[in-house]
């Protein structure tokens, strides 16, 4: 295969919803899963396919736990380029990168160490004959509920929402260099809140292919999570 496979792995936050509080606490992705720092596993998982190059891990300046966390890895390089919001680490991965235009790159969430390998397969089989790029999804299967706005205590159903052509985006999410450089810019001079790397990319006008994820792939949240997590791993 002659096209060029980068994956990033945006990991400058401090999850702060995952729970543990008191100076000793780890960031989220440093949390042990199976004996292994989470953001290992992650790594771990995009290793799995041999078309990526490299995977790069954008950490923050200070960094103290990284280092150890992917020691030994192959094809793998950690770099303190990230920044306070998600869109600026993937924007600073990047620059600091330098790749080229048309080069591949996947960006995938540290906080997803389940990505099953058959899972990442299907999305670069079919983001490299797609014109824009794509991301693992998966359609949502529950009734979905829309909370009213304010109010004290809990929330009461403001109405139930069709479900009809809805998704729950995962990761990784697959797009070219330049293009992926260009919306974040953009996105970032317009005053956009980007969440996720396809959501710049479809404010360029821009549609994403959406390729069936797993249940696996699930992102590491809520403090429950963790335990969720290791009987899949």
């Known amino acids: 295969m002659s096209e060029s496979l980068i994956a990033i792995v945006p990991a400058a936050g401090v999850g702060s919803r995952a729970g543990r509080t008191g100076q000793d606490a780890l960031p989220k992705q440093y949390r042990p899963l199976g004996g292994l720092p989470m953001l290992r596993r992650a790594v771990l998982a995009l290793l799995a396919d041999a078309r990526i190059a490299q995977v790069r ?12 966390a992917l020691q030994g ?4 390089v ?3 380029c990230g920044g306070p919001t998600r869109a600026d680490t993937v924007a600073g991965a990047l620059a600091d990168a330098a790749l080229e235009d048309d ?5 995938h969430d540290a906080a997803r160490p389940g990505l099953p390998a058959e899972a990442l397969g299907r999305l670069i089989d079919a983001c490299l004959g797609d014109e824009v790029g794509g991301l693992l999804a998966l359609p949502v299967p529950d009734t979905v509920k829309a ?5 004290q205590g809990a929330p009461h159903v403001r109405a139930t929402v069709d479900r009809e052509g809805l998704w729950l985006a995962q990761t990784p999410q697959m797009f070219r260099a330049g293009r992926l450089r260009q919306a974040l810019a953009q996105a970032r001079e317009r005053g956009l809140a980007v969440t996720d790397e396809a959501s710049a990319i479809e404010a360029q006008g821009l549609a994403p292919r959406l390729v069936t994820g797993s ?4 992102k590491v949240t809520w403090p429950d999570d963790f335990a969720l997590m290791e009987k899949w791993l």
């Open 215 to 218: 249940a696996r792939n699930f």
């Open 73 to 76: 890895l192959p094809r793998t």
């Open 103 to 107: 080069a591949w790159v996947l960006v």
């Open 57 to 68: 891990v954008a950490v923050s300046p200070g960094d103290g736990w990284v280092e150890q």
């Open 78 to 80: 950690w770099r303190p």
């Open 147 to 151: 909370a009213q706005p304010g109010g």
